[in-house]
């Protein structure tokens, strides 16, 4: 066997594709528990077999180009003509998966049918007669477990064997429809080659429109087929695409019943047990959020602070910031070579880094609940409960996918085969914290909020109440109104996590965080320090911080200056002044030209702007910009109950900063840059998944303004609890709530004709 054999795994969404291509080929794909992880095919090589080439195609519930998965599904098949097509089928879902079965046997490519979770079909006592379901097949039958790998050699030479052979449907369809789709075979496919014509006549009848755009049939010979189909239609008083399904339905359910036994109809498995309590109609929320606030109680309450303090010390950010300045001194480099090295990649990176383990606890608890089957539910629970607001449940897969990172979240909207939901889905998915938001999290709670966990479960559900929200008011205009699409997904039973897929999915995210710290973070750290430590002090250009120990330069007057432009307070009092020699950067001086912008939101300094638009890059630079502007040890010596020299610098200047109300701006400071526009690379998805210019710029001038809405309702409303009240702040903020409630309780706009495909 010389020939290379290509196998085209295919399957309904949740079969087990990616644990069996995984299995198949060894290497190591994400498992996701949602449709949507698996969008582009992917592909690999069987292991041991040379050979053998495999295809993870995305998960499809039919072979009509309904979603984008699905096209890209079905061209793969039509278009590049695989050798065998290995079907996967969740045997507990037998009746509904064999709907694809049925379309893929129609191709004509020969087809080996997996019977996979066999485990669980065993544990529940139930029996599949595979002999039976081969011989009314015509193709072979195997019986596997994905996940327990059984049965995959067998899987591999039945594929071998099947190659090169023929595949010819078993079924057929009552009389007047196998009437017409001779019809069609013989008027309109004589150029297709004999073992494919099936396929084709049955979309032709279908009138799908992909295959009759390809066909480009004469004017003559369509209005023939029309007759035809209109002749079967009449006379089964359906339309045809119906008939079809129908038809399909009625023969697999004669299949059911001559292969499958279920043990006990009414015996409610472990899974379902669970189900009855976690998807409840009334537990259901509470108990999600008593799940996330645990997640986020371990990984960012004390525990999680206690290993962020713990990599500080013993990582040391102050000891490897002191150690390698003294040690640099110590061999005589350049004062600035120094600082670039301590102040700047060390303060920048390592602000990071911190986090990491903290991120991986977070990571791991949250590929814990993906992969036991727990986060597939709530998909379900949203879509019981916003389905009455008119959004489907579908938008909140992307929402799960994008707590690692917004990109593949982004991707995942393609799931949804409504095009205004699939925009709006993609204009909101960002909304979520995803894993680079993390540290941004955790620094205002570790330096504010002393490592509350309330304020990161906070993050999370305001992120929730973002998409929920921006979705409403989304709906209610004329852009997106529309039906919500169907929501359709197979619950995978719960099973216990297995280890490996866990520490693969949190490493997998964990590892692409590092890498950024290595590269981007470490590039713009650099940058971020040369902009910061270069400035005019007196008229007189260098590194700011030498310049200043110039007392001729640094004179009061000129120190009072400097105040009065940056707008903060300069005092004689050391413990009062803040101006800093910084405040003289060439950053100081571009981030003071816009930092008004953010006043309103209690948060108007430069050194938060700064921070805030390098959040752009990538947004756990929003922390290490930090890390470098505020790294530098000054004369407070109360650092140590504060965690780091950072938290203690970043605490002081978020007080200086809004009169004392340091807790409010800093958490307005967090919402801001949770919502507002993603990292390029997010915005980039953003811009791929809407092919279309205007509509990115939509989605992120919506973020930017939803999340300064918000973030300016919190600041100024939480002013008139803690005293302070800013008049104009207050009356916008008001307008701002009022606005919103009037978008969200004004009535559904009538929806234009929706564009069906
Ligand atoms: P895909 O969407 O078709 O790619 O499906 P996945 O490979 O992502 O699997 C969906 C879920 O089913 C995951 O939670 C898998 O762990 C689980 N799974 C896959 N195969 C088996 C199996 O043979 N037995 C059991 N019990 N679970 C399985
Ligand atoms: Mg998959």
Redesign the pocket.
Known sequence: MDKEIRIALA???????????NALTGTQQY???W?G??VEKKEGKVRGQKNVGVT?LP?IYSLSPYTLEEVVARNYLIDEHPDVILN?VDATNLERNLYLTTQLAELGIPMVVAL?????VRKNGDKINSKELARALGCTVVE?????NTGIDETVSACVKAAGGKMTPQHSFSGPVDHAIAHIEEAALDQIPEEEKRWYAVKLFERDEKVLEKLALPESVRSHIEQDIRAAEKELDDDAESIITNERYVYIAGLMKGCCQKKNKTRMTTSDKIDRIVTNRWLALPIFGVVMFLVYWIAMGPFGSFLTDWTNDTLGAEWLVEGSRSLLEGWGVADWLVGLISDGIINGVGAVLGFVPQMLVLFLMLCILE?C?YMARIAFIMDRIFRRFGLSGKSFIPMLVGTGCGVPGVMASRTIENERDRRMTVMTTCFIPCGAKMPIIGLIAGALFGGSAWVSTSAYFIGVAAIIISGIMLKKTKMFAGDPAPFVMEL??Y?VP?VK?VLRGTWERGWSFIKRAGTVILLSSVIIWFLSSFGTVNGKFGMVDNLAEDEQLWTEEYQQKVADRMGITYSEDEALNEVTPMDDSILADIGSTVDFIFEPLGFGRWKTTVATVTGLVAKEEVVSTFGVLYGKDTDSDDWDDEGSIIWANVKEDFNNMSGGHGKLAAFAFMIFNLLCAPCFAAMGAIKREMNNGKWTAFAIAYMCLFAYAIALITYQIGLLFVGGTQVIGLIAAFALLACIVYMLFRPYKESNKLTVR
């Open positions: 399957g309904n969404p949740n079969s087990g594709k990616t644990t069996l291509f498992v996701g528990n449709p992880v698996t993870d998960g996967i996979n979770m066999m485990d669980i596997i477990s994905a996940l327990k992969d089957g995978p039973a099973h297995s897929n």
